[in-house]
Antibody
Framework: EVQVVESGGGLVQPGMSLRVSCTASGFFFEYFAMHWVRQAPGKGLEWVSGISWNSGKIDYADSVKGRFTISRDNAKKSLYLQMNSLRVEDTALYFC???????????????WGQGTLVTVSS | DIQMTQSPSTLSASLGDRVTITCRASQNIGGWLAWYQQKPGKPPKLLVYEASSLHSGVPSRFSGSGSGTEFSLIISSLQPDDFATYYCQQYKSFPLTFGGGTKVEI
């Protein structure tokens, strides 16, 4: 059974840093791209960042570029998101999402974690 | 960036109704579109990919259609489990973008 579990969320002050993690099991993690998608309270879905299977291709939304860094450790079947210079508008539930195919052109998600809540507030 | 516009934002319907949700892209995305269903407190679930391909395990009352800039998600006969919010997502190019969502309610 595929499982994706996020952790590391919490309450931080504006300008501070936080790292959220995602641990996967039940599938060949090392073969699939992984992404972060967030959802602000009561709002819609917003794509944040994605990383290819071998970390050779990394993309970011403009809203987080230069502040967030995505990485992965295939040996540990883990995905990370280092978030620096956090802003109030970064407050959201952060989902770890598994890209459904190994094709770099087909980036949609068939498995999602339950999310980890990041709250940025003074 | 490709903007995705869904309509309506809220849809009131009854059990057994045929429901159509529309998603419009700001530029041609071919068939690179997915649909998701999300219930409160839960992550999204994949329903359709490549605009019209039903994901494994998704009931056949769901179907997707369209190409280019106009897409639809159709529920042929609304069931109690279908009351949720639905999102479209384009994957023609980065940044990936989602529609604003359509809440289907009684």
């Amino acid at each position: 059974e595929v499982q994706v579990v996020e952790s590391g969320g919490g309450l931080v002050q504006p300008g501070m840093s936080l790292r959220v993690s995602c641990t996967a099991s039940g599938f060949f993690f090392e073969y699939f791209a992984m992404h972060w998608v967030r959802q602000a309270p009561g709002k819609g879905l917003e794509w944040v960042s994605g990383i290819s299977w071998n970390s050779g291709k990394i993309d970011y939304a403009d809203s987080v570029k230069g502040r967030f860094t995505i990485s992965r450790d295939n040996a540990k079947k883990s995905l990370y998101l280092q978030m620096n210079s956090l802003r109030v508008e970064d407050t959201a539930l952060y989902f770890c999402a598994v890209v459904a195919t190994t094709s770099s052109n087909e980036v949609y998600y068939d498995y999602w974690g339950q999310g980890t809540l990041v709250t940025v507030s003074s | 960036d490709i903007q995705m516009t869904q309509s309506p934002s809220t849809l009131s319907a009854s059990l057994g109704d045929r429901v159509t949700i529309t998603c419009r892209a700001s530029q041609n995305i071919g068939g690179w579109l997915a649909w998701y269903q999300q219930k409160p407190g839960k992550p999204p679930k994949l329903l359709v990919y490549e605009a019209s391909s039903l994901h494994s395990g998704v009931p056949s009352r769901f179907s997707g259609s369209g190409s280019g800039t106009e897409f639809s998600l159709i529920i042929s006969s609304l069931q109690p489990d279908d009351f949720a919010t639905y999102y479209c997502q384009q994957y023609k190019s980065f940044p990936l973008t989602f529609g604003g969502g359509t809440k289907v309610e009684i």
